[in-house]
């Protein structure tokens, strides 16, 4: 499957996807279904067997929104709250309108969805107001099962290839990607008529606090080029006064997760042994009472389970070892913790942008267009944070026209705007026609609310 191999200096597609994880497959994916004779490239720069964020699969699915147990309105609210207010409802809700068939129709891949013994799905409440994590019994699968739709679709995968600009004609369209290979450093030029970046979140703005370098909750290598490469091109980025700092285990790098063994009668404590957290899972509320409780002396937070029977310890176990990070199960049996004994003891994680929590990133509208092109057509289909880059001239016209145009975006530093903090849509078109970049500040912005 790893169709453009080492040599090659050029490749011209109809769809480029970068960033292979779970929202790119899926885009990619979407993309064959919709246009069966296109030519579409994922290219990855790890390998999309075992990319991203998840990299097997994941536990549950945290932003379920299914009816009979809530509505996109409510899980906006959610989102809403849960960010401070700094987050843009309409994508947001377009998501949580469209979860449900999505959640079919990964059914029908074969990744299962928990359901009760009526049949119906078995969601779970997690949040701080809702109920929107609905279990996955084998979600350790999702990633092979993406992978064999893929394969399914004839979708043309390049591994080890990492994007590192966006190519724009002269108009500021959108005309491909420049990518180097991270193995033999090769440099591939890609054109494409349209882009759809999905190259997650940004994970490790500097070093983390423990001194790890790969102590992060995100995934490590989620480095934010999605995001810096959307912004040289001319995107607006949104709501990164958002950002992300999550709870993990001391000395390991990875998320603490009590939200996962939350529903399993687990929680957060100070050294007391006293609960100081109202819900455990991520809002900024959440890390206020976890830094509160810090600066109060009753540090440091750890993570109780020897209260409950080893039996319920085994079931958390297999999620948070086998299906969240293998590494984990390792970690604990070298350092001699045992849930069954004591708390455990956790620590913070850097600074991050996560699109997924916090709603921030390129900025999309709920048709997940950028502002970067002049003229664009609809997306074809947005997963998570991805952004559709479209340009509007028939593949064999663009190609000749591009062939000519192509060049690399602009690489020079551009002039910062003044501080912007009357509008919600804050997001303005600079003298050379570009966007600029949105920076609302947090603070004005609460004061306006
Ligand atoms: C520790 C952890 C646990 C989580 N648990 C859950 C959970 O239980 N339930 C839930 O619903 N959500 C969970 N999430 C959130 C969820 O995993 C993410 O929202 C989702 O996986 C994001 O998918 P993505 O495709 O946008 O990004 P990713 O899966 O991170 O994929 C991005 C991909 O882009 C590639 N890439 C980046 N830059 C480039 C480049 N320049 N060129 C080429 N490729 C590039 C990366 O290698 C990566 O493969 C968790 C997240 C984390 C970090």
Redesign the pocket.
Known sequence: MDEIKSGLTEVVCDILV???????P?AAYKAKRHSPGARVVL????N?KR????AMG??????AVVPGYATPEQYTKEITIANDGICDQAPVYKYASRCFEIIQELDGFGIKFQKNENGDFDVKKVHHLGSY?LPMPN?DTVKKALYRQLRREKVLISNR????RLLTGRDGQIAGAI?VNTRSAEFLVLRARTVIL????A?RLGLPQSGYLWGT???A???G??YA?AYHAGAALANLECYQINPLIKDYN??A?AY?AGPFGAYTTNSEGNRFIECDYWSGQMMQEFYNELQSGKGPVFLKLNHLHSDTIGKIEAVLHQV??PSRGRFHENRGTNYRERMIEMHISEIGF????SASGVYVDEFARTRCQVSMRPAIWQ????ITCSAPSPTERWRASTRRKLQPTSTSPTTTPPMSCASSNACWPRHDGRMAFRLTSLNTRRDAS
């Open positions: 970068i960033g292979g994880g779970t929202a790119g899926m290219l990855e720069k790890a999309v990319s991203g964020a998840i994941m536990d549950g699915l945290n932003n994590v979600g290839y990492m994007a590192t990518a999905c190259a997650g979140a994970g909750y995100e995934n290598t989620n480095s080029d999605g490469m990875g998320p997760c996962v969240e990070r996560c699109s997924g929590h997963a998570s944070r991805t």
